[in-house]
């Protein structure tokens, strides 16, 4: 059979041909490694996870709405930051080799094309140290789950909650309402107050003269009825507050402390309801708090 294209075409022709499958089949493997890796991110953002008070006190009934919407929110971003990263990866490793393939039929010399490319990869490495550095720290950051969205955390340079994480930089709003943005790269320790549970000190001075097994069954009978309250301990309180003893001694005032394990970032609220309690209980039984 006579061929329709004269015989010096042939060549180009497969050539072409082939050409053209390498970039198909390259866009096409490019689709599926994006589609599984969305699939996967997902699936990973949209799991659900029980109630961090209820883990904590091994009850997994108890609704707490704004707490798992916040730890929601922070496992989403954290599984489609990854995703990103894994989909780039997956494109540049796969358009890469499609495009050293296609050089490669079209008898294109790739060795020095790719020594070309080390050196200036190694030249553009030395001037975004930094960036890369700020990267790095952002995806081990991410790996290890060191902090997320809503988090109350100390970095050094700033304190505050946590409102934007990204491989570059995290983004803080303090408690005087500013914005601080950080470079993740330039973050040396993270000290997280949202992470597992939170604890409530309160210290309640009263007079040295004071009647110490009085007071401390008054204490305890504050942390009880507080105990007893579903407002807080179904919500809020993790373990039974504890009246710890007397905590210090001076010649005007015998400091006793009262300790509380709450949730995550509500410490501050029971601590303030402890001292309005205490100070109610104090009043009631005509016991002077030190001045």
């Given at each position: 059979?006579?061929?329709?294209?004269?015989?010096?075409?042939?060549?180009?022709?497969?050539?072409?041909?082939?050409?053209?499958?390498?970039?198909?089949?390259?866009?096409?493997?490019?689709?599926?490694?994006?589609?599984?890796?969305?699939?996967?991110v997902r699936r990973a953002?949209?799991?659900?996870?029980?109630?961090?008070?209820?883990?904590?006190?091994?009850?997994?009934?108890?609704?707490?709405?704004?707490?798992?919407?916040?730890?929601?929110?922070?496992?989403?971003?954290?599984?489609?930051?990854?995703?990103?990263?894994?989909?780039?990866?997956?494109?540049?490793?796969?358009?890469?080799?499609?495009?050293?393939?296609?050089?490669?039929?079209?008898?294109?010399?790739?060795?020095?094309?790719?020594?070309?490319?080390?050196?200036?990869?190694?030249?553009?490495?030395?001037?975004?140290?930094?960036?890369?550095?700020?990267?790095?720290?952002?995806?081990?950051?991410?790996?290890?789950?060191?902090?997320?969205?809503?988090?109350?955390?100390?970095?050094?340079?700033?304190?505050?909650?946590?409102?934007?994480?990204?491989?570059?930089?995290?983004?803080?709003?303090?408690?005087?309402?500013?914005?601080?943005?950080?470079?993740?790269g330039t973050i040396v320790?993270?000290?997280?107050?949202?992470?597992?549970?939170?604890?409530?000190?309160?210290?309640?001075?009263?007079?040295?003269?004071?009647?110490?097994?009085?007071?401390?069954?008054?204490?305890?009978?504050?942390?009880?009825?507080?105990?007893?309250?579903?407002?807080?301990?179904?919500?809020?309180?993790?373990?039974?507050?504890?009246?710890?003893?007397?905590?210090?001694?001076s010649d005007t005032a015998?400091?006793?402390?009262?300790?509380?394990?709450?949730?995550?970032?509500?410490?501050?609220?029971?601590?303030?309801?402890?001292?309005?309690?205490?100070?109610?209980?104090?009043?009631?039984?005509?016991?002077?708090?030190?001045?």
């Amino acid at each position: 059979m006579q061929s329709v294209l004269p015989d010096a075409w042939a060549p180009a022709v497969a050539g072409a041909i082939a050409i053209v499958l390498v970039v198909l089949v390259a866009l096409v493997t490019r689709n599926v490694a994006n589609r599984l890796i969305t699939r996967v991110v997902r699936r990973a953002s949209s799991s659900n996870g029980s109630s961090i008070a209820g883990r904590l006190r091994g009850k997994q009934n108890i609704p707490l709405e704004g707490l798992d919407a916040v730890a929601a929110e922070r496992r989403r971003q954290r599984a489609e930051t990854i995703g990103s990263v894994l989909r780039s990866v997956a494109s540049v490793v796969i358009l890469g080799t499609a495009v050293l393939t296609v050089l490669d039929r079209l008898s294109v010399p790739i060795a020095p094309l790719l020594t070309s490319v080390g050196i200036v990869g190694v030249a553009v490495g030395f001037g975004a140290q930094e960036l890369v550095k700020d990267f790095i720290a952002g995806m081990f950051m991410l790996l290890e789950d060191q902090y997320g969205v809503g988090d109350v955390i100390d970095a050094g340079a700033a304190a505050g909650t946590v409102e934007a994480v990204t491989l570059r930089i995290t983004r803080l709003r303090d408690n005087d309402g500013r914005v601080w943005y950080i470079r993740n790269g330039t973050i040396v320790r993270v000290g997280n107050e949202s992470q597992g549970w939170a604890r409530a000190v309160v210290d309640v001075p009263v007079a040295y003269a004071s009647d110490i097994p009085a007071v401390r069954e008054l204490l305890q009978q504050v942390v009880d009825d507080m105990w007893k309250d579903p407002a807080y301990r179904d919500a809020v309180l993790v373990e039974e507050p504890q009246v710890w003893g007397i905590e210090q001694i001076s010649d005007t005032a015998i400091v006793f402390r009262i300790s509380a394990k709450t949730i995550p970032s509500r410490q501050s609220e029971i601590a303030r309801e402890l001292r309005l309690r205490v100070k109610s209980a104090l009043d009631r039984a005509a016991i002077p708090i030190a001045g």
